[in-house]
């Protein structure tokens, strides 16, 4: 490889350390082969290609730019060589910062003055900025280490730009062994240098020379004149002249100079002009500017500077201030209606509200607005709560109008509150046997009533928590200011709020009232009085809500009165949504009752003659399970939740329950008779089957026969006893559990009513049996002309009573085959009949002979 061929090498650089922009110079080996050779130099990190010129393969000069680092390497980069190495490094030092008002001993040239932004200057190469060789005379590199001159002239420095400048050092580095002769001669080249600094000045001054010295000799003369000739009439002639010479070059001096002076003064004028515009340019940008910051919405500078002007210039007599000022007052009045019709634009948030409130106050607005926002969202409240009703009530009555779910009318975005839970709480399943031929899809079909009174609630808890924040932040005075900075606005601001605190009841009162009577007027409507009806009123009421529903619009009101309960809203203003609950809760409890009376009269229709071994139908449990979840669904209801008073507290609810609960009872009642008189004919086909443990003694009875009057009977009276035994007994437990009133007085008449059926259906049983028995003894016992005192010898026993045992042992088979625990109570009352009848019939016989007595 050539030599041409090797990477460049650093081996020195002068100076060493130095500030930002210090021209430094760089010698080593194989630094390039000419300047366009050169394609690449940093010092500490930092590209200074841009000011270095390239002097020889061994010497290069540059400018260190801002380099990232404090200390590192010189790297030079050639096509011929490549990156190079170094054997020494740069220590860039931090200058001082000399602020605007600190005194520096550093003189700027201005012909000469280096532009450190943008690394140029007007046409002058960087590196000819400053004098390379100042003194004018051969430079001569001494030998004297760089550490020794540093230790020598401790925080100096050789470069003769820096502010800690030592000539010495320089002398010492640059001219350590040039002659004294050359020493000289570098004085005189200093010398020649200040001169010419000097010699414009000069130049001034000597071109007016002849004139200053010309006006001189004139004045002497005359002065000597005066002086010889010594009289009055020549010191008088001389004066006059005088003063004419020195009228005329005034006259001649203003002629010529007037256009001059004229155009002097007018500028004058035009400078002053534009100096007090220049001074006072905010008052007369201010119109400008507040338009331009109303239109971007940048209130807070236009308030800023409103303020600033108004203490400037709120009280100046200058005419022309006082024109712009009152444009400044023009615009600000714009701008109060503009923010004041902002506050009162419906919705809004209440972020916004604060805003405008404290804009208003800032800007020293006319009245209240605080009070007038709470005003106007008191007022957008109820219209949006009748608004809703009228729509609804809009939607029933169109023919083609779509049924709203609750479940899917509750945004998606509702805020966290109780509210929120209502979907879970919508599918209130009674799950009974009775209510299977209902469908699913009932809780997508919600009566327009109740999507109302979900949309209405949810609006309410919305809206009034905004509403209720504004008057808290009303009443402590945080509107105006979170700090305690406008403690004026704040005081005035509670004074204000203590004054109208009645009135901003009454408008709590009046939503809640709202609130209550809407959701009356679609569930109560008989609650209202007539006046009231047609305000909150005006639903079709086709049929009347189920309880399901009523209870899920009850657990509705119940979350949102949590939910305004949790904003801190007196009691006393909440009471009205108390007694909305109770009275929906005894409806519900009233209705739910009502209707399970009608799911009980269809009980009948789904009886099926099915007997176990005790000889019962389904009937018995079917009904106690109708009882049982129709108590269940009843249980959220009859619970009272906080603050709320129990349903049975009012003399009238607890007599108009016991009287539902009795006549569901008696509703079974009049179904068990109902089934026990039915006809053969209205038998649809039913069929006994008998369980199969239980013994079919006589075969009277099989799954194929039908079911005659008598069976029916029997079951019927099978079901009363267990009825008495245990149903009503596990119903009146029921009741209690759940807390109705009354509820022995309800078994009581049950119980009556059941045992006067029980003992009517057993007597047309017996009458039914025993009278055929009976009847068939007289006529039994005188066949064949029988006589008591005429018989023969007896034999056995005659043909009647094999046949009445018969007619007995058949009645006990068909007995026992339903229900066990009969036999006894018929048998005994069927077995006394004949007893009696036999008994009857001996004692109208009036005598017996041998074998009649025998017999």
Known sequence: ??????????????????????????????????????????????????????????????????????????????????????????????????????????????????????????????????????????????????????????????????????????????????????????????????????????????????????????LSAIHQKLEADGTEKVEGSMTQKLENVLNRASNTADTLFQEVLGRKD???????????????????????????????????????????????????????????????????????????????????????????????????????????????????????????KESYIKDQKGSNSLLHSPMLDLDSDVRPSPLGHLSQTASLKRGSSFQSGRDDTWRCKAPQQVAFVEKLTKLVVIQLPNFWKLWISYVNGSLFSETAEKSGQMERSKKNARQRQNDFKKMIQEVMQSLAKLIRGALLPFSLREGELRQYGGWEMKSELSGQWLTHVIQTVRL??????????????????????????????????????????????????????????????????????????????????????????????????????????????????????????????????VDISSPDLFGSIHEDSSLSSEQRLLIVLSNCCYLERHTFINIAEHFEKHSFQGVEKITQISMESLKELDQRLFEIYIELKADPIVGSLEPGIYAGYFDWKDCLIPTGVRNYLKEALVNIIAVHAEVFTISKELVPRVLSKIVESVAEELSRLMQCVSSFSKNGALQ
Not at 373 to 381: D, L, Y
Not at 648 to 672: A, N, P, R
Request: charged content about 25%.
């Open 1 to 218: 490889m050539s030599r041409s061929r090797q990477p460049p090498l650093v081996t020195g650089i002068s100076p060493n350390e130095g500030i930002s922009w210090t021209k430094v110079t760089i010698r080593g080996e194989n630094l390039g082969t000419g300047p366009t050779d050169l394609i690449g130099l940093t010092i500490c990190g930092h590209n200074c290609l841009l000011t270095a010129e390239w002097m020889s393969a061994s010497k290069i000069v540059c400018r260190v730019g801002q380099a990232k680092n404090d200390k590192g390497d010189i790297i030079v980069t050639t096509k011929s060589g490549g990156r190079g190495t170094s054997t020494v490094s740069f220590k860039l030092l931090k200058p001082e910062k000399i602020g605007i008002l600190d005194q520096s001993a550093v003189w700027v040239d201005e012909m000469n003055y280096y532009d450190t932004r943008t690394d140029r200057n007007k046409g002058i190469p960087p590196l000819s900025l400053r004098p390379a060789n100042p003194l004018g005379i051969e430079i001569d590199k001494g030998r004297f280490p760089q550490k020794d001159l540093e230790v020598l002239f401790p925080g100096m420095s050789a470069d003769f730009t820096s502010e800690n400048f030592s000539a010495a050092w320089y002398l010492i580095e640059n001219h350590s062994t040039t002659s004294f002769d050359q020493l000289k001669m570098a004085v005189m080249n200093l010398k020649k240098q200040a001169n010419k600094k000097n010699e414009g000045s000069l130049a001034y001054v000597k071109g007016g020379l002849s004139t200053f010295f010309e006006a001189q000799d004139a």
């Open 266 to 388: 007018k500028a004058d004028s035009t400078r002053n002009a534009l100096n007090v515009l220049q001074r006072f340019k905010f008052l007369f940008n201010l119109p400008l500017n507040i338009e331009r910051n109303i239109q971007k919405g940048d209130y807070d500078v236009v308030i800023n500077d409103y303020e600033k002007a108004k203490s400037l210039f709120g009280k100046t007599e200058v005419q022309v201030f006082k024109k712009y000022y009152a444009e400044v007052e023009t615009r600000i009045e714009a701008l109060r209606e503009l923010l004041l019709n902002k506050l009162l634009e419906t919705p809004s948030t209440l972020h916004d509200q604060k805003r405008y409130i404290r804009y208003l106050s800032d800007l020293h607005a006319s009245g209240d607005p605080a009070w007038q926002c709470i005003g106007a969202q008191h007022k957008w409240i109820l219209q949006l709560m009748h608004n809703c």
């Open 560 to 689: 949102s009165y949590e939910s305004l309960t949790a904003l801190e809203i007196p009691n006393d203003m909440l009471h009205i949504i108390q007694d909305l609950i109770l009275d929906l809760r005894v409806r519900c409890i009233m209705v739910t009752l009502q209707h399970t009376a009608e799911d009980v009269k269809r009980l009948a229709e789904k009886e099926d003659w099915v007997i176990d071994n005790e000889g019962l139908t389904s009937l018995p449990s079917q009904f106690e399970q109708c009882i049982v979840h129709s108590l269940q669904s009843l249980k959220s209801v009859l619970d009272c939740k906080p603050g709320e008073a129990s349903v049975f507290q009012q003399h009238k609810t607890q007599e108009d329950v016991c009287q539902l609960s009795t006549g569901i009872m008696q509703v079974f009642i009049d179904c068990l008779e109902q089934l026990s008189t039915k006809p053969d004919g209205d038998a649809d086909a039913t069929h006994l089957s």
